[in-house]
């Protein structure tokens, strides 16, 4: 699963860089992509999770270390905030790691998956270890983009490494785990970005929304529930980041409108069809219908409350023109082209 | 050997965890980086062990040389720290000793308490020179980690780890300036 990503990921660097506005240091973006690109390789080739977390943890050193704060007289997020979050998410995965190795009483190997689900929900920034952040960062700087970036290949390699450690009998505390915090985080995320007073916040409590329904499906253990977690990922590495990107400029100028191209926008952001969050959630309500009826009575209605938060994050991405329209047009096509053929994709990824 | 080795560690830790300054820091990450140079001998070998020792010992050097030239351990209103090194350490023992069975006890003891004072160092500190010395000790920490599960880990984490630990004490945090000019 985790070279898609990977490619998926340079796909969208391209479109970051392509798309920047001109008064965004291209080359600063590209080279920082490049390292962010690098790290994400080097996590898929590390043949443990402990090279991974090491790999982590110099990105994070290395990403916190190069962001420039905002000018202003306190910054919201210095160098202190900005290490927090992820050390955290660090260190609860290498105790839950520790935990999981140890010989001693099953209730030790429970502690351990505790301490995996926390440390990877940490990681990608999810409740309750929501990660602080300041909408006038910039690109570089702001955990958003950093999360949907890298967070895929990221979660996709601890839970395929963390599944070799933890053992049968602590797999199924390991899946309910995943679906409790996923449906949490998709109910929270959804409802937030519909309600939420600003447009940036909007955005990131809806790539909230997305991880909550990726880890049900990871937590799903079935073909069904890892291929719409697969899709799911690979519809936020290529959708909603690039479309966060291209927003970002309307944002800062409150310029939201109601074209046909916002409307189309809201429909890939809403998972409908013909895009790729469609057959991502056919799949994940097969796969929970499959395992426990009523889990996919939940995940349906709260599929419904993506609409509002949709057609709101649509409506803030102004009307792209010139590379941006361009832009908007390659996700919308690559979107649409994942969502009609999803099957090549997933054979690709061996599901 | 192994049992003061972990001791060592957890003083190192501790040190880490009561130090505002520089020397402080350095002391203790000394002091870590022995100990752990030492429990990682049984799966790193000689390669691991030098690759911890070689990452922990630039990481030191360079924590002494970098910042303010004072000791800072136990500066006034440290008692929650000095709590919270006892407590992790008695806990850590008991589950280390008591809770979990087989060989290597002094190792899961160090990597226990190694990698929960620091990431709580990590969450309660705001100067950069003490955030950068508790993520060299938390590289340190992962790099012995796998020795916990097998005895034949190889040398890669360690290498992987000693790296990690000297190279971000070398960083320095840039500046404030405006974001327009860096991705709007």
């Known amino acids: ?351 | 050997m192994f049992v003061a080795a972990a001791l060592l560690a957890w003083l190192g830790a501790s040190l880490i965890v009561l130090s505002d300054g520089r020397r402080g820091l350095a002391l203790g990450l000394a002091v870590l980086t022995v100990g752990f140079a030492v429990l990682t001998w049984p799966s790193g070998a000689v390669l691991g062990a030098s690759a911890v020792a070689a990452g922990g010992a630039i990481a030191s050097v360079q924590c002494w040389r970098s910042g303010p030239a004072t000791w800072g351990i136990m500066p006034a209103g440290s008692t929650p720290r000095v709590v919270l090194c006892v407590g992790s350490g008695v806990l850590a023992l008991w589950v280390a000793a008591s809770v979990t069975t087989g060989p290597g006890a002094p190792l899961r003891f160090a990597v226990l308490v190694v990698l929960g004072l620091m990431g709580v160092r990590v969450l309660a500190g705001r100067e950069t020179a003490v955030l950068l010395a508790a993520i060299a000790c938390l590289a340190l920490a992962l790099a012995v980690a796998p020795g916990v599960a097998a005895a034949s880990a190889g040398p890669v984490p360690d290498i992987a780890g000693g790296l990690v630990a000297a190279g971000v004490v070398v960083l320095r945090p840039a500046g404030r300036a405006k974001a327009d000019k860096l991705g709007g």
């Open chain 1, 1 to 351: 699963m985790g070279a898609e990503l990977l490619l998926a990921a340079a796909v969208t660097l391209g479109l970051a860089v392509f798309v920047a506005p001109p008064r965004v240091a291209r080359r600063g973006l590209f080279t920082r992509g490049l390292v962010g690109l690098a790290g994400m390789a080097a996590m898929l080739a590390a043949p443990s999770l402990d090279l991974v977390l090491l790999i982590l943890l110099g990105m994070i050193v290395l990403q916190a270390g190069s962001a420039v704060p905002v000018a202003g007289p306190v910054p919201r997020r210095d160098f202190a905030t900005r290490l927090r979050a992820p050390i955290l998410a660090i260190a609860l995965l290498a105790l839950g790691l520790a935990f999981e190795r140890v010989q001693g009483p099953t209730v030790l190997e429970r502690f351990g998956v505790v301490g995996i689900v926390a440390g990877l929900v940490a990681a990608v920034g999810l409740l309750p270890y929501v990660h602080e952040f300041d909408p006038d960062e910039s690109v570089i700087a702001s955990p958003i983009p950093w999360i949907a970036f890298v967070g895929p290949l990221l979660a996709v390699t601890v839970l395929s490494r963390a599944r070799q450690v933890i053992p049968a009998e602590a797999s199924d505390a390991f899946g309910a785990m995943l679906i409790g915090l996923g449906l949490v985080n998709m109910l929270w995320g959804s409802v937030a970005s519909w309600r939420t007073a600003g447009d940036a916040a909007a955005w990131r409590y809806s790539f909230m929304a997305d991880w909550g329904l990726v880890l049900c499906g990871f937590g799903l253990a079935i073909a069904d529930g890892q291929a719409a977690a697969l899709i799911l990922l690979v519809s936020i590495v290529l959708g909603r980041l690039p479309l966060y990107l291209l927003s970002r400029e309307a944002i800062r100028e409150k310029h939201p409108t109601d074209r046909p191209i916002n409307l189309v926008v809201a429909a890939l952001l809403a998972g409908s069809a013909p895009f790729a969050g469609f057959p991502a959630r056919v799949l994940l309500l097969r796969g929970a219908t499959q395992l426990y009826w009523p889990l996919a009575l939940v995940l349906a209605v709260g599929m419904l409350l993506w609409l509002p938060a949709a057609l709101r994050l649509g409506r803030s991405m102004g009307m792209p023109r010139g590379r941006q329209a361009v832009g908007a047009a390659i996700v919308l096509a690559v979107n649409i082209v994942l969502g009609l053929y999803p099957q090549p994709f997933l054979a690709l990824a061996g599901l």
